[in-house]
């Protein structure tokens, strides 16, 4: 073997190495629900042997239950209503939230004056009690948002919320099947966090609220084309939209949070160890 085979033969065997190492490394195996936005946050970490995506949490969170997964990364106010609902305590919120996020209402760019009627609204109904009341109904919290009534001065009205008035009513496009925001329940009946703060603000502005189903393809060209007066855009992210839309103040706060079952030595990101190297992040498995 010439000097040359043997430096291949060595580079050979430490890539082998490397991956050998990589693929039977111990760690924890993380479920990570789809757009909690932490996604490349858990990529980075280091002691993590798995990692996969679930497209929604109640099946990230029964193979938790039945242990296939060791820690499930999911949205903060959706565990905190699972959490209330159900009468088993099979798994606990650890550690800090990966990520802050905040839900916001979409509408129209001119539609100024009835934005401003909206966070106008929001504002009091927070003031008032009405938004701790739905808080705590679906969450269990009071979530810590603005409870001053503010009221900005436009500097040009426009017909927008004088429209709303002669009609007296307000559309709002929702995400239907997004509990516990907007879903049907038992009696299938139409409910959720959202659907009672749409209820509570249309009632305090004195107009009907109608809600629409949208899906999120055409959520935008819904609103574009006046199928609706404004859309409960959640978190979901608009950038692409900016020159399109315009976001209401928000009406909730929740982000990326570890859940992890009751006897689990997992307390926050810390279990992780760090963040991965570039080498390591090249050799590692990828799941998703």
């Given at each position: 073997?010439?000097?040359?085979?043997k430096?291949?033969?060595?580079?050979?065997?430490?890539?082998?190495?490397?991956?050998?190492?990589?693929?039977?490394?111990?760690?924890?195996?993380?479920?990570?629900?789809?757009?909690t936005?932490?996604?490349?946050?858990?990529?980075?970490?280091?002691?993590?042997?798995?990692?996969?995506?679930?497209?929604d949490?109640?099946?990230?969170?029964?193979?938790?239950?039945?242990?296939?997964?060791?820690?499930?990364?999911?949205?903060?106010?959706?565990?905190?209503?699972?959490?209330?609902?159900?009468?088993?305590?099979?798994?606990?919120?650890?550690?800090?939230?990966?990520?802050?996020?905040?839900?916001?209402?979409?509408?129209?760019?001119?539609?100024?004056?009835?934005?401003?009627?909206?966070?106008?609204?929001?504002?009091?109904?927070?003031?008032?009690?009405?938004?701790?009341?739905?808080?705590?109904?679906?969450?269990?919290?009071?979530?810590?948002?603005?409870?001053?009534?503010?009221?900005?001065?436009?500097?040009?009205?426009?017909?927008?919320?004088?429209?709303?008035?002669?009609?007296?009513?307000?559309?709002?496009?929702?995400?239907?099947?997004?509990?516990?925001?907007?879903?049907?329940?038992?009696?299938?009946?139409?409910?959720?966090?959202?659907?009672?703060l749409a209820?509570?603000?249309?009632?305090?502005?004195?107009?009907?609220?109608?809600?629409?189903?949208?899906?999120r393809?055409?959520?935008?060209?819904?609103?574009?084309?006046?199928?609706?007066?404004?859309?409960?855009?959640g978190?979901?992210?608009?950038?692409q939209?900016?020159?399109?839309?315009?976001?209401?103040?928000?009406?909730?706060?929740?982000?990326?949070?570890?859940?992890?079952?009751?006897?689990?030595?997992?307390?926050?990101?810390s279990?992780?160890?760090?963040?991965?190297?570039?080498?390591?992040?090249?050799?590692?498995?990828?799941?998703?």
């Amino acid at each position: 073997m010439n000097f040359k085979e043997k430096i291949l033969f060595v580079i050979f065997i430490t890539v082998i190495a490397s991956l050998l190492l990589t693929f039977s490394r111990t760690g924890w195996t993380v479920a990570v629900v789809k757009g909690t936005g932490a996604e490349n946050q858990i990529r980075k970490f280091r002691n993590i042997r798995n990692r996969s995506e679930y497209p929604d949490h109640l099946e990230a969170l029964r193979d938790l239950k039945q242990e296939k997964v060791d820690v499930v990364v999911m949205d903060y106010l959706s565990i905190l209503y699972i959490r209330k609902q159900s009468k088993e305590k099979y798994f606990k919120l650890v550690g800090d939230r990966l990520t802050n996020t905040k839900g916001r209402v979409a509408f129209k760019p001119d539609d100024n004056t009835l934005r401003q009627q909206f966070n106008q609204a929001v504002a009091e109904l927070i003031e008032d009690g009405t938004y701790q009341r739905l808080s705590l109904k679906y969450f269990g919290v009071d979530q810590e948002l603005n409870r001053t009534a503010r009221n900005t001065l436009l500097k040009s009205k426009d017909q927008s919320w004088d429209i709303i008035r002669r009609k007296d009513k307000i559309k709002f496009g929702m995400f239907f099947n997004n509990p516990p925001f907007c879903y049907y329940d038992q009696q299938n009946q139409l409910t959720g966090f959202e659907v009672e703060l749409a209820q509570a603000i249309g009632k305090h502005l004195g107009v009907k609220c109608l809600l629409v189903d949208v899906q999120r393809n055409d959520a935008v060209a819904g609103l574009m084309d006046q199928s609706y007066d404004g859309l409960w855009a959640g978190t979901d992210n608009f950038q692409q939209f900016r020159k399109k839309v315009k976001l209401s103040e928000p009406y909730y706060a929740t982000g990326a949070q570890l859940v992890v079952k009751p006897d689990s030595p997992i307390t926050g990101p810390s279990a992780f160890g760090g963040r991965l190297s570039a080498f390591d992040l090249l050799l590692r498995r990828r799941s998703f």
